[in-house]
């Protein structure tokens, strides 16, 4: 959709669809003076609702990254950022047709990640994963589905087991709710 060129970065807004009736959009970060084929990295961020994408951290990180010679590929998941209308906390619809609001997260990262090693100016021998927070969990999920695709996985912000997660006493995101985890 568009095309930002910056002195060290160019950064290309990505539109994808995902099912019929829901799309998305994603930041695709590439160094400015450095042709491919990059090395590059889905990024899954976690529960940056209203600011997705564009939270300040995760735009730094993928800044910092493009600019020293890697593709970042930042997209905003179900609920959060651009696609905050669409919601997830709540939504226990994705139940009924057999998956979870984190299922169709990863469905979704799984589909952008082949997107991604598809692209020309990308090494799909050098294409790997990471994730924060939630994006850490579902980072620990996609390394699962895509081991024999991926050059490396980073999950950060996601430390502790699934148990103490669904033990503490706060509400817990349908994000982070599937069946039998325990």
């Known amino acids: 959709l568009a095309v930002q060129h910056f002195e060290d970065v160019t950064v290309e807004t990505w539109r994808f669809r995902s099912w019929d009736g829901m799309y998305g959009d994603a930041s695709l970060w590439l160094p400015a003076n450095i042709s491919g084929p990059l090395p590059a990295v889905l990024f899954h961020h976690g529960h940056a ?8 951290s995760y735009q730094s990180m993928a800044r910092l990254l493009s600019s020293n010679g890697m593709a970042v590929l930042v997209f905003d998941v179900t609920g959060c950022g651009g696609r905050v209308s669409s919601g997830h906390r709540g939504d226990f619809r994705p139940f009924l047709c057999g998956t979870t609001v984190c299922g169709l997260m990863c469905l979704e990262a799984m589909g952008l990640f082949k997107a991604l090693c598809d692209d020309l100016r990308i090494d799909a021998e050098r294409c790997g994963i990471m994730g924060h927070s939630g994006g850490g969990q579902n980072t620990i999920f996609l390394t699962a589905l895509l081991w024999d695709k991926l050059a490396f996985s980073i999950s950060s912000g996601f430390v502790c087991g699934f148990e103490f997660g669904a033990r503490k006493e706060r509400h817990l995101c349908e ?3 599937f069946p039998g985890v325990l």
């Open 49 to 56: 609702m209203e600011e997705g994408r564009f939270c300040g």
């Open 175 to 177: 994000c982070n709710l």
